[in-house]
């Protein structure tokens, strides 16, 4: 039984086109997270919800639009997809976001802007 | 600015041949220091946290140390299991921020 799911796994996409990634966690967490990876493995912070309010919003461009509709789920919504936003999305939950320490996350998804 | 810097960036171990991993932090208002672990394709897997200087702790082959400014994880004998990056990373004012890793592989 996954504790953190997201689909989908892969996006293929163009330039100019609109996608959406779905995350669910089930176990019990309050606050949710994405997290962009990008080619050089680097794991940076864009948004963090908890108990469905936005308490993170990294400096990340308007394009991106989260939305939590209860605690156990967590979207991302990007408009206009450019070149630079292909990378690996994860989506994490903790317990605690106070320090936002031991994150669990989900398997990723893999996004290529064509 | 934070900064968490690991190194290497890359190691290569025989078998049972025992190697450290370092992550040199700048941080201000320190909550935790955190290891991970990330498998290829998959999400990274939390190893340790630490939260003050002279701290250790061990799960298996792995034992994870911290200093103010510094922290080690120690892989002991490793098995080529213990393939895989290991991510540090530090907690400050609710934000998590990560190093670029350390990618190990061991050869039987």
């Known amino acids: 039984d996954t504790a953190v799911s997201q689909t989908p796994k ?6 100019g086109n609109d996608k959406s990634i779905k995350c669910e966690q089930n176990l019990g967490h309050d606050t949710m997270y994405w997290y962009k990876q990008d080619s050089k493995k680097f794991l940076k912070i864009m948004f963090s919800y908890n108990n469905k309010e936005l308490i993170i919003n990294e400096t990340v461009p308007n394009r991106f639009s989260p939305k939590s509709p209860d605690k156990a789920h967590l979207n991302l919504h ?3 997809l450019e070149l630079g936003d292909s990378a690996v999305y ?12 031991e994150l669990f996350f989900g398997e990723g998804s893999r996004l290529t802007v064509l | ?9 890359a190691l290569r171990l025989q078998e049972g041949e025992s190697s450290s991993l370092n992550c040199s932090y700048t941080v201000s ?7 991970y672990r990330q498998d290829p394709g998959k999400g990274p897997e939390f190893l340790f946290t630490l939260y003050s200087a002279g701290e250790e702790k061990e799960k298996e082959r792995l034992k994870a140390t911290l200093t103010k400014k510094e922290s080690f994880l120690h892989i ?4 080529p299991e213990d393939s895989a990056t290991y991510l540090c990373a530090v907690s400050s004012w609710g934000k998590l921020q990560f190093g670029a890793g350390t990618q190990v592989v061991v050869t039987p």
């Open chain 1, 90 to 101: 994860f989506c994490a939950s903790s317990q605690d976001p106070s320090w936002g320490g």
């Open chain 1, 10 to 15: 892969y996006l293929v996409t163009q330039m």
């Open chain 2, 1 to 9: 600015e934070d900064q968490v810097t690991q190194s290497p960036e």
């Open chain 1, 78 to 80: 990007i408009n206009s």
């Open chain 2, 76 to 79: 002991t004998a490793p098995k």
């Open chain 2, 29 to 35: 208002g320190l909550r935790g220091l955190f290891w």
